[in-house]
């Protein structure tokens, strides 16, 4: 067979190979390839032309490999794989280049855990937008995603069973006391924080309802004296003297340095998550933006 080094070798031509040997047959690789069998045919016989080797053995079962086409084969298969990834990594490019990440939150991730994350984000990605809505509660993040009307939400774990979520931090539910309390020990008691008036969300309250729960398992039940719906009233309230609240520290902060802060008698977390819908096509912005959020999260 002449060599022909004039003709260069296509990709193509590696990818009609790699096809024709998976089938042991050029009819059904044309249907693979959307292609007529003819241009298969071609194709290859250009490529063996170009070669200067036989890389089929062609007859009435169809077509098989020779030696020197098996060890091809191998070469030829790295090659269409190093193309796709090239391919990957530019359309991945392309999807950074711009579009929109819109994000859920509740108030306290979105005040002290979201502003330092996206101008992490905006460093890595400026041409993407970020817009970010707070919401009342965890329920309405999660409808937020179900709606289509953000692409990553803050929730508590364990979240629904229809969401994709992984956990970010712990954030511990805290007492605080007016500035004149004193405490007969280190550790706060049941009986001092109960016998203090309470200042909360109104009850029932989605973020509070574990507390209570929490505070009735060993035998105590929290009475409040002040329902308040804003968490930055209640501190400031606390800060006057006028009882002692339980919070979530993000939602307590910033705390004045009169109040004292105590963890209570039973520690007592909530885990916090993001959230993606489940089985949902999402655009590499999205993808980057959890990678800055989980590396951001990882050190601090």
């Known amino acids: 067979m002449r060599v022909n080094h004039q003709n260069q070798m296509k990709l193509s031509q590696l990818r009609i190979l ?13 249907l693979q390839l959307q292609m007529s069998q003819s241009a298969v045919s071609h194709a290859i016989a250009a490529l063996e032309d170009h070669l200067g080797v036989i890389l089929f053995l062609r007859g009435r079962h169809g077509a098989r490999l020779t030696p020197v086409g098996e060890r091809i084969l191998v070469r030829a298969r790295e090659m269409v794989h190093l193309a796709d990834e090239i391919e990957k990594e530019a359309d991945l490019t392309r999807g950074l280049e711009g579009g929109q990440v819109r994000i859920a939150s509740f108030r ?13 984000f905006h460093q890595q990605f400026p041409a993407i937008v970020v817009s970010l809505t707070e919401h009342e509660d965890y329920l309405h993040v999660e409808q937020a995603l179900r709606d289509g009307d953000a692409d990553i939400g803050f929730t508590f774990i364990p979240a629904a069973d229809d969401l994709q979520s992984w956990k970010v931090l712990q954030d511990e539910f805290i007492a605080l006391l007016p500035p004149k309390f004193q405490a007969a020990h280190p550790q706060l008691t049941w009986n001092e924080l109960v016998s203090q008036p309470l200042v909360m969300p109104p009850h029932p309250s989605i973020m509070m309802e574990q507390v209570y729960t929490h505070a009735q398992s060993y035998g105590y039940r ?4 002040y329902e308040v719906k804003t968490d930055s009233t209640i501190v400031n309230l606390v800060a006057q003297g006028l009882g002692a609240a339980i919070l979530p520290r993000l939602a307590a902060e910033p ?23 489940a089985d949902s096509l999402h655009t590499p912005a999205v993808y980057a933006f959890l990678d800055v959020l989980k590396s951001a999260m990882l050190k601090s």
């Open 18 to 30: 790699v096809a024709v040997a998976e089938h042991e047959n050029f009819s059904e690789a044309a």
């Open 108 to 120: 306290s991730v979105a005040t002290h855990v979201l502003p330092s994350v996206i101008a992490k």
């Open 222 to 225: 929290l009475k409040t004296a």
């Open 255 to 277: 705390i004045p340095p009169a109040i004292q802060v105590y963890s209570l008698p039973v520690p007592l977390h909530r885990t916090i998550g993001v959230a993606v819908l």
